[in-house]
């Protein structure tokens, strides 16, 4: 059994930053791939960023440029760092660990971004 804790969201102007943290109850050494999805209003859960545990990234198109993920293995954490930030980049936003068994989900973390 993972847990997953995000914290990091809040309300802030279109232009400004965010950084999203995920705390794993486990050594994150062990889980191949982490990421971050969102979930805005009426819409489906979309993957906005993943990295693998030798470092490798991806990004959904648009966030491309504007975000960065990143994972601090002995923190057992994985961040999401967001600039530049638009109004269409309101949602909830929730860390996942993919794992050989099963995926495990955090409890998401709300960022609204006003205009």
């Known amino acids: 059994q993972v847990q997953l804790v995000e914290s990091g969201g809040g309300l802030v102007q279109a232009g400004g930053s965010l950084r999203l943290s995920c705390a794993a109850s486990?050594?994150?050494?062990?889980?191949?791939?982490m990421g971050w999805y969102r979930q805005a209003p009426g819409k489906q859960r979309e993957l906005v960023a993943a990295i693998s545990s030798g470092g490798s990234t991806n990004y959904a198109d648009s966030v491309k440029g504007r975000f960065t993920i990143s994972r601090d293995n002995a923190k057992n954490t994985v961040y999401l760092q967001m600039n530049s930030l638009k109004p269409e980049d309101t949602a909830v936003y929730y860390c996942?660990?993919?794992?050989?068994?099963?995926?495990?989900w955090g409890q998401g973390t709300q960022v609204t971004v006003s205009s």
């Open positions: 996942i660990a993919f794992t050989i068994t099963e995926d495990y």
């Open positions: 486990i050594s994150i050494f062990s889980i191949n791939t």
